[in-house]
């Protein structure tokens, strides 16, 4: 039990801090946000800045040495994954952390050859090509078939809910190889070309304001090389590597931002005004978000270190996403509540506080309640898996 | 950093709880929460012999060199298994405080008793006001002699009934903090004890000091100078028992999973049913919540450095959620736990003693508003971002 960063860990931390002060300036910050599109950064912004993180060789931080990487704990890729959300940096996505620890897992040397020195760089965009408007929480009741046809597979069907489908260089696709069997079976992992014939993204704004994509393949060629792991055996593929992304995702730098922003704000001198942290049940909730954001981070670290032991957590996994994004919940609903009369102005109405983000956020981070494994989906999971209750 | 248990701690905390599962019947537990002491006499001193009465003392004193860390997982596997015992009076209180603010003579008469499990020991502090500010001190202590008398009412005092002597604070200036602690024997002229009846496993007691004359040396520390350790003391029984509300919450769920495991109701076991899955999965939740922040509170004692936003942060939220864990475990046994004689009872009488013991939630996270007001950087934590202004 060691509560304190190594002297190592402290100045890795610094490092990264001072890399995003210098790369996500508030003028950066200003020039580049999409809220239209993209619900944060533009595209080319993104693309650009995840070729900087491989640059600074923040991507393959915990990669084997074998594909050129630097073989870092799970401890620091936590500190990177906390300071990237504190700063509401862009590429931190599948791009550079399911997809090619998933590769590395299961793919092909030839596969591994092609992308990882790419991936690596930060220079491919992806997307994951899982849900369908019939295959949600029910995953593996996909229906996009995948048919062999000589040295190829032939694809055709849709994906829903597919996030950054428009910026993908590639698609990383589950589809069926044999309708006959239990729907576990007979699933198979494709990696997709988006610049393949036949393939087609529409768009669906969302109630957030940005916009989602769905992916049509109609018989889209794939060569049989591109085939990730076993055939029919996809769905190991799909679980093997999502431990990996949920850990990414329940970072608690986020919350931090959170909880940070709100103080700032209840702290902030106004003219003739009482400031409301001030008032002892703004003090109060201001409490309860510090305990929350706290419990969160205190959960991240866990994971990473379990992680750092040479352990595998799983369904602990799940449990720390569950937290931080419940965390993040109520911050949006206290931020709001804090607000006061001026919770509801949106970003750029005049007089709105905090640019508009807290009310921005409550519509956004709704998806945290179902996305990656929705809140009520993750008490199953951590029931039945971590538990040990009956299906 | 490594937010797990070392090999070292992981055994101590095994032996610990398998001691504790086996040391003493539910039965046996009912039937001493109705004794004045409250305690097995022969269980603690089973307990002292595995070391844990000395457990964060010095060698030299007696004491296993376990560390404050070790005796928070101790605590916790005796609240999981609703183990009574002195270790909160003798050791988390008075030999703690003995070894913190007392003389080398103070030390050397009673830390290796203590740690032997011979001598008990426990300090009188809050009183009936029931506050844990300094300025709520009203006990009287003044110059008699070469030495003091004191006067007052202390409340909660622990194990006042099997304690040797108490260590009593009292006021000896008119400032809120001119504080003094004195060792008290429990048989000196002009102490009267009445015993609480309380919820929960402890033998809690009103102590009344009518003029209670004492020599020069009962005097603990320096005169006017107590509350600092006072403090200390209070931030320790705290952490502590955040960790005891953790083993509370442990052994609650442990139950409810077995229960929900084999109770078969509509032909069907009651835990596939979502509901109560949702249930159990939100439970666990806050217990893993509840016990890091308790393993951060300790070990940051444990270190030395300024803890009192990490106690407070583990006592708010382990005060908060534990007693509501007993609830639902409740909840889902339905009624079978509402009888004496299933085990669930212990723990959900234990969860509300815990948690208004050393300061209730409230009490904590008023702790948490002053460092808001007073010391913004402590309050945000070791490592804190520059305030995102950009935004204000």
Known sequence: MDLEPTAEEAAFRAEVRAFLKREVTPEVWAAHRDLGEQGMWSPDFTKAFRRKLGAAGYIGMGWP????????????????????????????????????????????????????????????????????????????????????????????????????AHMADYGWVAARTDPSGPKHKGISLFIVDMRSPGVKITKYPTLAGWTHHAVYFDQVRVPRSMLVGTQDEGWKVVMGAIDFERAALSSPGLVGYQFDRLLAWCSKDRDGADRPIDDPLVQDE?????????????????????????????????????????????????????????????????????????????????????????????????????????? | MDITLNEDQALIAETAKSFAQSALTPARIRELEETENGFDAGVWREMAQMGWAGAP???????????????????????????????YSSVVEGGMLLLEAGSEAQKKAWLPR???????????????????????????????????????????????????????????????????????????????????????????????????????????????????????????????KSAELVGIGQASLDLTLSYAKTRVQFARPIGSFQGVQHHMANVYRDLWLCRLLAWQANARLASGKPAGREVAMAKAKA?????????????VHGAIAYYRDYPLELYYHRAIAAQSAYGDAGHHRRALARLLREDLGRFRGEDPHELPVHHV
Request: glycine content about 12%.
């Open chain 2, 319 to 331: 005060g908060e959620c534990m007693p509501a864990l007993t609830r639902i475990a409740h909840q």
């Open chain 1, 286 to 391: 201001l409490a309860r978000l510090a305990i929350e954001a706290e419990g969160a981070r205190l959960m991240s670290y866990w994971l990473a270190s379990l992680h750092a032991r040479g352990l595998m957590p799983q369904h602990e996994t799940s449990l720390a996403l569950l937290v931080k994004r419940e965390v993040s919940r109520r911050m949006d609903i206290s931020g709001l509540d804090l607000l006061g009369p001026h919770a509801p102005l949106r970003a750029g109405s005049p007089h709105a506080q905090l640019d508009g983000e807290v009310e921005v956020e409550y519509r956004d981070h709704l998806y945290f309640q179902f996305a990656a494994g929705g809140f009520d989906i993750t008490r199953n999971v951590v029931a039945q898996r971590g538990l040990g209750l009956p299906r």
């Open chain 2, 57 to 87: 003392f010095p060698d030299a004193f007696g004491g296993s060199g376990f560390g404050l860390f070790e005796l928070s997982l101790i605590v916790e596997a005796l609240g999981q298994g609703a183990i009574p015992s002195p270790i």
């Open chain 2, 114 to 240: 203590i740690a032997a499990g011979e001598g008990l020991l426990t300090t009188a502090i809050t009183e009936p006001a029931g506050g844990l500010a300094p300025g709520q001190i009203r006990t009287e202590i003044a110059r008699a002699g070469n030495g003091f008398a004191i006067n007052g009412t202390k409340l909660f005092v622990r194990d006042a009934g099997a304690a040797e002597a108490m260590i009593c604070l009292g006021r000896s200036g008119l400032r809120p903090e001119d504080l003094t602690l004195l060792l008290v024997p429990g048989d000196a002229p002009g102490v009267a004890r009445r015993r609480l009846k309380a919820a929960g496993g402890e033998a809690l007691w009103e102590v009344t000091f009518s003029n209670v004359r004492l020599g020069a040396d009962a005097l603990v520390g320096e005169a006017g100078g107590a509350w600092p350790h006072v403090a200390q003391l209070l931030l320790r029984g705290a952490a502590m």
């Open chain 1, 65 to 164: 040495a074998q594909y050129g990487g630097g073989g870092r704990s799970r401890i620091f890729q936590a500190i990177f994954w906390d300071e990237m959300e504190y700063f509401r940096a862009p590429g931190l996505d599948r791009s550079i952390t399911y997809v090619p620890n998933a590769l590395m897992a299961f793919g092909t040397e030839q596969q591994k050859a092609m992308l990882l020195p790419r991936i690596i760089k930060g220079e491919l965009s992806w997307f994951v090509g899982y849900s369908e408007a019939e295959a949600g929480s029910d995953l593996a009741n996909m229906k996009t078939r995948a048919v062999a046809d000589g040295d190829d597979f032939v694809i055709t069907g849709q994906k829903m809910f597919s996030s950054d």
